[in-house]
């Protein structure tokens, strides 16, 4: 069994209020960790307050768009030191109607997924040093997608924001490790929650929140840095891609949404 996570740690969590991070929140609050968590809406996360008070602190916070992020965070992760672990979850997810291109919508996908989480990191930083510096262990876990994998249509936004996302977790994972901090990249399929429930076509393999929420913390005791899951889809996706370009190409475009692709015809 890996150090992460062993005897009570210190977690920040973020995106805590619905779907995975909610899931995620009850789970490691029955495993007796202290959290700090944050979201957007205050009430959902008064609401999980109210599971186990004493362990759990309330930040509301904007990540896409509070530019003051990391001097907000200091206090309430000075309160919480020493900070074990982050777990950096909130993301956003919309789809682009390419007969419609509209940039605001990879702006949007950009903003949350990935600057938001790149000034989460700015905030967490200081405190995982100062864990490290105790001779605790620190790791920064980061949420991504396993969709970017394949060239879904609609996805260019939330595709490409995860894309980035992904390359950042696994650059930092480089820079960090003469710290000791881990970087852990959790990439996830189809999960049910309010951020999928949007969606209109079929979702293979689709798990619970409660499932994902196992899956990775089970992933983070056993010491790995890279998790995915379920891995039907995973494999279905690495098998996928790792076809000849062409063939990839010719498939992504079938898939590729019918009205979509009318839409784009009467535009012409
Ligand atoms: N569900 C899936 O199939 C799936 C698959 C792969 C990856 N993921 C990733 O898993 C993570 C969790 O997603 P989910 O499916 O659990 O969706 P969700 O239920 O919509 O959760 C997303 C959370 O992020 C928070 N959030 C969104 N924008 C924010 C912002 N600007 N500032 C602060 N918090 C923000 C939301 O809270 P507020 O609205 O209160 O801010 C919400 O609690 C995301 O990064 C998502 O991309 C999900």
């Known amino acids: 069994m890996n150090e992460r996570l062993s005897g009570s740690t210190n977690i920040w969590l973020t995106g805590a209020g619905s779907g995975i991070g909610q899931a995620l929140a009850r789970k490691l609050l029955a495993d007796g960790h202290h959290l700090l968590i944050s ?29 003051r992020l990391s001097d907000q965070l200091q206090q309430p992760l000075k309160e919480l030191a020493p900070l074990g672990m982050v777990i950096l979850n909130a993301g956003t997810c919309e789809y682009l109607d390419a007969s ?62 995860k894309a980035a996302l992904s390359y950042l977790a696994r650059s930092l994972r480089a820079d960090l490790a003469s710290e000791g901090i881990e970087v852990v990249l959790v990439s996830p399929g189809f999960v049910d929650t309010p951020l999928t ?58 898939l590729a949404r019918p009205e979509t692709k009318k839409k784009t015809e009467d535009t012409q």
């Open 100 to 161: 419609q291109f509209d940039a605001s919508v990879v702006e949007r996908n950009m903003a949350t997924n990935v600057i938001g989480t790149a000034r989460c990191i700015e905030a967490a930083l200081p405190a995982l040093r100062a864990t490290r510096r105790q001779g605790l262990p620190a790791t920064l876990v980061i949420v991504s997608s396993s969709a970017w994998w394949f060239p879904f249509g609609r996805a260019e936004g939330y595709g490409a924001s």
């Open 197 to 254: 429930r949007q969606n209109d076509f079929p979702m293979p393999f689709l798990v619970s929140a409660d499932a994902a929420a196992q899956r990775l913390i089970q992933g983070l005791h056993s010491g790995r840095s890279e998790l995915e899951f379920p891995r039907r889809f995973t494999w279905m996706l690495r098998i996928l891609g790792a076809l000849p370009r062409g063939l990839v190409d010719a498939l992504a475009a079938r």
């Open 39 to 67: 979201g957007r809406q205050r009430a959902p996360l008064e609401a999980i307050k109210t599971l186990a008070r004493g362990r759990v602190e309330v930040l509301p916070v904007d990540i896409a768009t509070d530019e």
